[in-house]
């Protein structure tokens, strides 16, 4: 009499535990991220029937105010979740494992009968190999929708260098609306998943963790009894570690200030890494930020946070000052700057709380700017660095961004000069970045080869930015 079935091989289980912990930070790192700009809901005709979430719900998970640290850890998981992912698809192919999980002919059809079966409308149990149909296409649905999360996230987190993954997902838009529903749709996988594993009883959960099915208890076996405490104690090592883990992570200390600050340092590290890693893989400055027609843009302009450049400034005050390599000073007015070449763009602005708006930009090209001033050894630098006359609002930009084409000193919107909401006189319009870098009321301009410093690194967010 065989007592024992072996059911789930170590590396399925293993690639289920992980992804466990893995999947729950990613929701709620996303969720924090989320909050920014809590745009979802379902509208219909005027009417908005579902808004996720309500106010009382962030403020139950105290979710407000972190979008920094969310994207921290959700830049960070994600390598993680795309790497279970893979070995677990690449285990199902190598092991020919995925011929019990793909649906096939007659799936769809039995998995009707299974659910009849499930909900004790139907007696009899229809036909099944060692999963029945509608486990095979719950299985096979969650990889694909894992892959959806990968594509549609790529693409919203690099739209400008993943255009094609981008238009592949029906734009900006949709990928994050896509994104969001994925989302729900893990949610509601794992609620009916525990439902089920509930339903199925001890015996099945055991078998979760230590990989077999005792089919008839007969007098323990002592090699039952060792399979079983071992797996257990593993499982308990385990969970435990996942616990110790988290608590190191989430309890690491801050970065101590400098260039970048305001996030765990482990976090930082990664988040160094992995901007680094997109950089070198995907920046080209032929990538081109969508454009858009001219009559697409917003008539009003969204005005956000203005840091250092509050209210209107006497124009009679203002002079942008260069600071060469040499140590020479370039005082530049808006007139000179307006007698250059004059380039425009009407693009997607993206700020990285999560809003966007068409919007349309006028002025110089960087490029056009550095040519022009003969500021050829400045642009051999690494990093450009912008500030506010009152130095309150500061950025660093990275060369090869600054030098993109598209990238603008820009003196008017819609063809008026900047007003005091939008940066006047002068205004960084940088595409390939999100609105963080778009410094407002440029007053100084340097070069380096170090990192300048950054307002919005110093608060936890990416150093780099890009889009
Ligand atoms: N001087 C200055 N520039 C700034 C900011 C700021 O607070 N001060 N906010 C930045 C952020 S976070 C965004 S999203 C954009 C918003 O630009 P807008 O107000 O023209 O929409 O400006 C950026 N440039
Ligand atoms: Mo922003």
């Given at each position: 009499?065989?007592?024992?079935?072996?059911k789930?091989p170590?590396?399925v289980?293993?690639?289920?535990?992980?992804n466990?912990?893995?999947?729950?930070?990613m929701?709620?790192?996303?969720?924090?991220?989320?909050w920014?700009?809590?745009?979802?809901s379902?509208t219909?005709?005027?009417?908005?029937?579902?808004?996720?979430?309500?106010?009382?719900?962030?403020?139950?998970l105290?979710?407000p105010?972190?979008?920094?640290?969310?994207?921290?850890?959700?830049?960070?998981?994600m390598?993680?979740?795309?790497?279970?992912?893979?070995?677990?698809?690449?285990?199902t192919?190598?092991?020919?494992?995925?011929?019990?999980?793909?649906?096939?002919?007659?799936?769809?059809k039995?998995?009707?009968?299974?659910l009849?079966?499930?909900?004790?409308?139907?007696k009899?149990?229809?036909?099944?190999?060692?999963?029945?149909?509608?486990?095979r296409?719950?299985?096979?649905a969650?990889?694909?929708?894992g892959?959806?999360?990968?594509?549609?996230?790529?693409?919203?987190?690099?739209?400008?260098?993943?255009n094609?993954?981008?238009?592949?997902?029906?734009?900006?838009?949709l990928?994050?609306?896509?994104?969001?529903?994925?989302?729900?749709?893990?949610?509601?996988?794992?609620?009916?998943?525990?439902?089920?594993?509930?339903l199925?009883?001890?015996?099945?959960?055991?078998?979760?963790v230590?990989?077999?099915?005792?089919?008839?208890?007969?007098?323990?076996e002592q090699?039952?009894?060792?399979?079983n405490?071992?797996?257990f104690?593993?499982?308990?090592?385990?969970v435990?570690?996942?616990y110790a883990?988290?608590r190191w992570?989430?309890k690491s200390?801050?970065?101590?200030?400098?260039?970048?600050?305001?996030a765990?340092?482990?976090?930082r590290?990664a988040?160094?890494?992995?901007e680094?890693?997109?950089?070198?893989?995907?920046?080209?400055?032929?990538?081109?930020?969508?454009?858009?027609?001219r009559?697409?843009a917003a008539?009003?302009i969204?005005?956000?946070?203005?840091?250092?450049?509050?209210?209107e400034?006497?124009?009679?005050?203002?002079?942008?000052?260069?600071?060469?390599?040499?140590?020479e000073?370039?005082?530049?007015?808006?007139?000179?700057?307006?007698?250059?070449?004059?380039?425009?763009?009407?693009y997607?602005?993206?700020?990285v709380?999560?809003?966007?708006?068409?919007?349309?930009?006028e002025g110089?090209?960087?490029g056009?700017?550095?040519?022009?001033?003969?500021?050829?050894?400045?642009?051999?630098?690494?990093?450009?660095?912008?500030?506010?006359?009152?130095?309150?609002?500061?950025?660093?930009?990275?060369?090869?961004?600054?030098?993109?084409?598209?990238?603008?000193?820009?003196?008017?919107?819609?063809?008026?000069l900047?007003?005091g909401?939008?940066?006047?006189p002068l205004?960084?319009i940088?595409?390939?970045?999100?609105?963080i870098?778009n410094?407002?009321?440029?007053g100084?301009?340097?070069?380096?080869?170090?990192?300048p410093r950054d307002?919005?690194?110093?608060?936890g967010?990416?150093?780099?930015?890009?889009?």
């Amino acid at each position: 009499m065989k007592a024992i079935k072996d059911k789930h091989p170590l590396i399925v289980r293993w690639t289920h535990w992980v992804n466990f912990p893995i999947l729950a930070i990613m929701i709620w790192s996303g969720m924090l991220i989320y909050w920014a700009n809590d745009e979802y809901s379902i509208t219909l005709f005027g009417h908005t029937y579902v808004r996720f979430f309500p106010d009382w719900y962030y403020n139950l998970l105290k979710i407000p105010q972190r979008l920094a640290e969310g994207m921290a850890f959700h830049f960070l998981f994600m390598w993680f979740f795309a790497l279970n992912g893979i070995f677990y698809v690449l285990y199902t192919i190598i092991s020919g494992a995925w011929r019990q999980l793909l649906p096939n002919q007659d799936s769809f059809k039995e998995a009707w009968l299974v659910l009849l079966h499930d909900l004790h409308i139907r007696k009899t149990a229809p036909p099944r190999d060692k999963y029945n149909a509608a486990q095979r296409i719950a299985y096979t649905a969650i990889i694909i929708m894992g892959f959806g999360s990968l594509v549609t996230g790529l693409a919203i987190y690099k739209p400008v260098q993943f255009n094609w993954l981008c238009w592949l997902c029906g734009g900006y838009h949709l990928a994050r609306i896509w994104h969001f529903v994925l989302t729900i749709g893990y949610v509601l996988f794992f609620l009916i998943h525990v439902i089920q594993v509930i339903l199925a009883g001890w015996n099945n959960f055991r078998s979760v963790v230590t990989g077999f099915e005792v089919v008839n208890e007969l007098p323990a076996e002592q090699k039952i009894k060792r399979r079983n405490f071992i797996s257990f104690a593993i499982f308990g090592v385990y969970v435990a570690g996942t616990y110790a883990g988290w608590r190191w992570l989430y309890k690491s200390p801050d970065e101590t200030p400098g260039i970048t600050a305001g996030a765990h340092k482990p976090l930082r590290k990664a988040l160094n890494k992995t901007e680094l890693f997109f950089r070198r893989l995907t920046f080209n400055e032929s990538h081109l930020v969508k454009t858009y027609p001219r009559s697409m843009a917003a008539k009003k302009i969204r005005h956000n946070s203005d840091i250092g450049s509050e209210g209107e400034l006497p124009p009679e005050y203002w002079k942008l000052q260069v600071k060469k390599i040499s140590g020479e000073t370039l005082q530049i007015t808006l007139d000179e700057l307006m007698k250059l070449p004059k380039t425009e763009i009407t693009y997607d602005f993206k700020c990285v709380e999560g809003w966007d708006q068409i919007s349309h930009w006028e002025g110089v090209s960087f490029g056009d700017f550095m040519a022009h001033f003969k500021l050829e050894a400045e642009s051999r630098m690494e990093y450009v660095g912008m500030e506010t006359p009152d130095q309150q609002y500061y950025v660093g930009i990275d060369m090869p961004s600054a030098l993109h084409p598209q990238t603008l000193l820009a003196y008017q919107m819609n063809d008026e000069l900047l007003d005091g909401n939008h940066g006047q006189p002068l205004r960084l319009i940088i595409p390939v970045k999100y609105g963080i870098k778009n410094l407002k009321r440029i007053g100084t301009i340097t070069f380096s080869n170090s990192r300048p410093r950054d307002y919005w690194a110093e608060q936890g967010y990416d150093y780099y930015s890009g889009l």
